[in-house]
Antibody, heavy 115, light 107 residues
Framework: EVQLVQSGAEVKKPGESLRISCQGFGYDYTNYWISWVRQMPGKGLEWMGRIDPSDSYTNYGPSFRGHVSISVDKSINTAYLQWSSLKASDTAIYYC?????????WGNGTTVTVS | VLTQSPATLSLSPGERATLSCRASQSVSSDYLVWYQQRPGLAPRLLIYDASTRATGIPDRFSGSGSGTEFTLTITRLEPEDAALYHCQQYGSALPFTFGPGTKVEIK
């Protein structure tokens, strides 16, 4: 079964750093982009950025460039989303999703609470 | 920019739901997708390329439209269809953008 499994919920303080993960199973991880999508409480979806696991090439959305970092370890089929200094406004659910064009498989989501 | 209407739709089981997604510019190659997000769950792919149902999606769901106007139609609503529905464009130009969503409530 193709699936993306994300790391568990996190509770952090403002200014702390954080890295969450997204591990793929059941498919060739390097054949699809991995994107990260934010959903703030009660809101819609926002595309944050994507990474090509085959060569670590990344693109970021304009609202997120410089505030987060996306990386990958293709040896363990895992992508990461990282913050160096969290803000209260980073409180949200973060989803990873795979795609070539449309996003056909989604992770279970990681809830990040910054307070 | 993608705009979805209505913001909320409240219908009874068995009725038809019509959801609209409008783009500020033409969506290239009709690269428009619809996702369903049930409460507390991750989004799920419903329709891609504007009108192609994803694997396992019942034929009660259909997508149509082109250019800047797209529609998701759900016939014979069931209680399990209560969800937030998102549209998204995935043409070659970044960033990928989502609409604000339409909430479908089942009375």
């Amino acid at each position: 079964e193709v699936q993306l499994v994300q790391s568990g919920a996190e509770v952090k303080k403002p200014g702390e750093s954080l890295r969450i993960s997204c591990q793929g199973f059941g498919y060739d991880y390097t054949n699809y982009w991995i994107s990260w999508v934010r959903q703030m409480p009660g809101k819609g979806l926002e595309w944050m950025g994507r990474i090509d696991p085959s060569d670590s090439y990344t693109n970021y959305g304009p609202s997120f460039r410089g505030h987060v970092s996306i990386s990958v370890d293709k040896s363990i089929n895992t992508a990461y989303l990282q913050w160096s200094s969290l803000k209260a406004s980073d409180t949200a659910i973060y989803y990873c999703t795979r795609h070539r064009t449309y996003m056909d498989v989604w992770g279970n989501g990681t809830t990040v609470t910054v307070s | 920019v993608l705009t979805q209407s209505p913001a909320t739709l409240s219908l009874s089981p068995g009725e038809r739901a019509t959801l609209s997604c409008r783009a500020s510019q033409s969506v290239s190659s009709d690269y428009l997708v619809w996702y369903q997000q049930r409460p507390g769950l991750a989004p799920r792919l419903l329709i891609y390329d504007a009108s192609t149902r994803a694997t396992g999606i019942p034929d009660r769901f259909s997508g149509s439209g082109s250019g800047t106007e797209f529609t998701l139609t759900i016939t014979r609503l069931e209680p399990e269809d209560a969800a937030l529905y998102h549209c998204q464009q995935y043409g070659s130009a970044l960033p990928f953008t989502f609409g604000p969503g339409t909430k479908v409530e089942i009375k």
